[in-house]
């Protein structure tokens, strides 16, 4: 049993990188008496300090839980390996960053899973934790709960969390913490817990279901087998954003973190409906807050932080009804006090050329604009309903309002992809650079940079593609070869790409069941942790587990799946039906396109959702 020490914590900082990362009292941080509390709740984050404390969503239910007088919510991340090391070495227990209090000793402990490949890490924490990895091995200690987009399909996650909340968390949050708080004044037993937990809308108790598979290894049935648990889990949605809970001062960290700056939530959900992409169709309907709600908010934030950047988050931005209005007002109001306003997820179809001149008087930022793919029969493939012309347009409208720095984000590897759409990605970025040039001198910047990122294509849970095999490996590193190829005959652009053995990686976890766990378990046990980041990726680690569980990766990845086949996450209402997933496919493979739903009703199924969708 591992006790903590503050003596041998302080001598352990001194010897690993960045012990900042470890120290908290950051500006803002909630101090409470640990022993005061009715509830207390450890937030985990499953990645470093650094990325963990650019994570808005941490931020929303940190502030949450903290606002009730009986609850306590106080931060975990994952160390970095020194420090994990030496934390071993010193026979420390993973602690929380406010009160220093080991993970252990708090009532719930709550991952967010953002990233596949963060799982590896879930496992570590836990042991760091001293809490026992398998939940069916738990018969004390706290409750391991998770959310966020990989939740969607928990089953990989099915063997080691107790609870996981799928939707929107702050309404679920409230309620979850309220239960575990009741459960705990009578005494009830763990189990007794888990079923009421199980009872509120949104939650998934994996120990309360049973999968059976079939003889060629497809999944044959997925059973409830507790009274308390639902026949099928339906995603939880705060519909009103005005009213939703929102911080009124981040954290700040005193180590910098990879996003660092005051974050507004402008809108939530996308109406567009790209085929490739999970969070268009998880974060349905759609939902904006108003413009006097943000105008707030902003000066909140501001005079909570002294921040010199605002960014405004969601899918889309330049969807956002108010964009114009919203970038004049925070310009007008805070450009005196050198505070930017950045504008990232623009969509290349939208009209934001104001926005980008406003956003542009206090301070020059690089633009990032997503075309995805190289051709317009491949865009309509995956349906992102933009043209050559709209790239275009977009860019030149940057250069005429003195951006010189654009980033481009492409995949590779997608449904029905040949060579003349790897060729079609060259033409693009040429295209660019000579909509720079047309630009007169006088008003372009200096100092143009293109850059090409090109992802691997990922089948993902609750997509059209959901159905659609990866590329083996041997295929996407031929594909790179290429392109990288065909992107070293434009002058002035730079090319960089995802490790396609992360890719193959994170697709057999988005479109994996339960048996993944054990291959999730027998890497961790051959060292594998911090998987994505590319200089900690132990592939022959994961190569060896697959193989001593006698589990073939290209079944998860590479395997297309049928129309009838049973999914390990179809026991999930994510809000939009199957049916329309399986329509979208086989549009998909003709190359047709979807219209915005804004534009019309296209029949998704979230008209259960009424007043708030366009689907009414």
């Given amino acids: 049993m ?40 450890a937030f985990c984050f499953p990645d470093a300090y650094e990325v963990g ?143 009421a937990l199980a009872g509120i809308e949104g939650i998934y108790v994996p120990a309360f279901y049973q999968p059976s598979y079939n003889e060629d290894g497809t999944l044959c049935a997925f ?10 889990v339906r995603k939880r949605v705060v519909l009103d954003l005005d009213a939703a809970a929102y911080p009124e001062a981040f954290v700040v960290p005193y180590t910098e973190a990879i996003h660092d700056r005051i974050v507004l939530e402008i809108m ?20 904006e807050r108003s413009l006097e709600t943000l105008l707030r908010q902003a000066e909140a934030l501001e005079n909570a932080t002294g921040y010199e950047e605002m960014s405004l988050s969601s899918l889309s931005s330049g969807d956002y009804t108010h964009l114009a209005e919203l970038v004049c007002a925070l310009t007008e109001r805070y450009g005196e006090r050198k505070i930017s306003v950045s504008l990232p997820s623009m969509r290349i179809d939208s009209i934001v050329k104001q926005s980008l001149e406003e956003a542009q008087k206090v301070r020059k930022s690089g633009l990032t604009l997503a075309p995805e793919a190289g051709t317009q029969r491949m865009r309509d493939v995956i349906n992102k309903g933009v043209t050559e012309a709209d790239l275009i347009r977009a860019v030149t409208d940057a250069f005429e309002s003195g951006w010189s720095t654009v980033k481009l984000y492409f995949m590779i590897g997608l449904p029905t992809e040949t060579d003349e759409d790897l060729q079609g990605i060259g033409t ?30 990922v089948p993902k849970p ?31 652009v730079n090319f960089n790409w995802h490790e396609p053995e992360l890719s193959m990686l994170e697709a057999c976890f988005a479109r994996g069941d339960r048996r993944m766990g054990d291959v999730l378990y027998a890497a961790w ?12 990726l132990n592939y022959e680690g994961w190569m060896k587990a697959f193989d001593d569980c006698g589990v073939d990766p290209a079944f998860y990845a590479n395997r297309p799946r049928g129309e009838k086949e049973l999914l390990p996450w179809d026991f999930i209402d994510a809000g939009v039906t199957r049916a329309f997933l399986w329509r979208e496919w086989q549009k998909a493979q003709r190359a047709e396109v979807t219209p915005d739903c804004r534009k019309g009703c296209q029949g998704c199924g979230l008209k259960r959702f009424e007043g708030v969708c366009a689907d009414r």
Wanted: hydrophobic content about 35%.
């Fill in 53 to 195: 404390m650019s994570h808005l969503g941490i931020k929303i239910l940190y502030d949450i839980i903290n606002r009730r007088p009986w609850a306590l919510c106080e931060r975990v991340f994952m160390p970095w390996p020194d420090m994990a090391d030496g934390m071993r070495r010193e026979n420390l227990p993973l602690f929380s960053i406010e009160s220093r209090t080991p993970v252990n000793r708090f009532d719930i402990v709550g991952f967010t899973l953002q990233y596949e490949m963060c799982y590896s890490n879930v496992l570590e924490m836990l042991d760091l934790s001293d809490i026992p990895i398998y939940s069916k091995d738990r018969t004390d200690g706290p409750i391991i709960m998770a959310g966020g987009p990989c939740a969607y399909n928990p089953e990989p996650l099915a063997p080691f969390v107790d609870v996981f909340q799928i939707g929107d968390g702050e309404e679920m949050m409230v309620e979850a913490i309220e239960c575990v708080r009741a459960c705990k004044k009578e005494g009830k037993s763990r189990l007794e817990t888990l079923r």
């Fill in 223 to 232: 059973t409830a087998t507790d009274p308390a648990a639902p026949a099928v």
């Fill in 525 to 536: 046990e051959n060292g594998c942790r911090m998987d994505g980041w590319t200089e900690f």
């Fill in 462 to 492: 609750f997509t059209p593609f959901q159905w659609q095999g990866q590329d083996d490996l041997p295929t996407i590193r031929e594909k790179q070869a290429r392109l990288g190829e065909i992107l070293h005959q434009v002058k002035g």
């Fill in 428 to 457: 693009l970025a040429q295209d660019v650079i000579k909509a720079y040039f047309s630009v007169p001198r006088g008003v372009r910047a200096k100092g143009l940079r293109v850059t090409c990122s090109a992802s691997t294509f």
């Fill in 2 to 41: 591992k006790e903590f020490s503050a003596e041998r914590l302080e001598r352990l900082l001194d010897t690993v990188l960045k012990p900042s990362r470890y120290t908290g009292g950051e500006m803002n941080a909630v101090i409470k008496p640990f022993d005061q509390a009715d509830i207390t709740f």
């Fill in 268 to 287: 939530r959900g996308c109406t567009k409906g790209c085929r490739f992409c999970q969070a268009g169709m998880l974060y349905r309907p759609v939902r």
